[in-house]
């Protein structure tokens, strides 16, 4: 216990109901910590929760395409030769890596 980072202890007592509402709260955000949450919003008051669900996909997207690229330049350093179907599932990739940064772009805006 001497080598904890938070050695001063803090308790309140909550009613049933606060309980449940703390831990719906706690359940909206996505967490189970409740030390962590509690300290937060006893600090700041409030927490922001970031949605990435749109970034993720578009990094995704992003990295589909890259291992493509690299599969093609591997193929074209060893024979010498590209093919068509090549370049225009190239071409797919970036307009579906555009859509996503379009539709990113909207749903900021």
């Not at 591997?74 to 970036?94: M, P």
């Given at each position: 216990?001497?080598?904890?980072?938070?050695?001063?202890?803090?308790?309140?007592?909550?009613?049933?109901?606060?309980?449940?509402?703390?831990?719906?709260?706690?359940?909206?955000?996505?967490?189970r910590n409740m030390g962590a949450y509690l300290r937060k919003m006893a600090i700041d008051g409030y927490?922001?929760?970031?949605?990435?669900?749109?970034?993720?996909?578009?990094?995704?997207?992003?990295?589909?395409?890259?291992?493509?690229?690299?599969?093609?330049?591997?193929?074209?350093n060893q024979t010498g030769h590209f093919y068509e179907d090549d370049i225009v599932e190239l071409k797919a990739k970036q307009r579906e890596i555009w859509e996503l940064f379009k539709q990113s772009q909207r749903a900021e805006l």
């Amino acid at each position: 216990m001497a080598d904890r980072t938070r050695p001063i202890r803090i308790e309140f007592c909550v009613t049933e109901q606060e309980k449940e509402l703390i831990e719906s709260k706690m359940a909206q955000l996505g967490t189970r910590n409740m030390g962590a949450y509690l300290r937060k919003m006893a600090i700041d008051g409030y927490i922001i929760k970031v949605d990435y669900t749109e970034q993720k996909k578009l990094a995704a997207a992003v990295s589909r395409t890259a291992a493509n690229i690299n599969h093609i330049c591997r193929r074209i350093n060893q024979t010498g030769h590209f093919y068509e179907d090549d370049i225009v599932e190239l071409k797919a990739k970036q307009r579906e890596i555009w859509e996503l940064f379009k539709q990113s772009q909207r749903a900021e805006l």
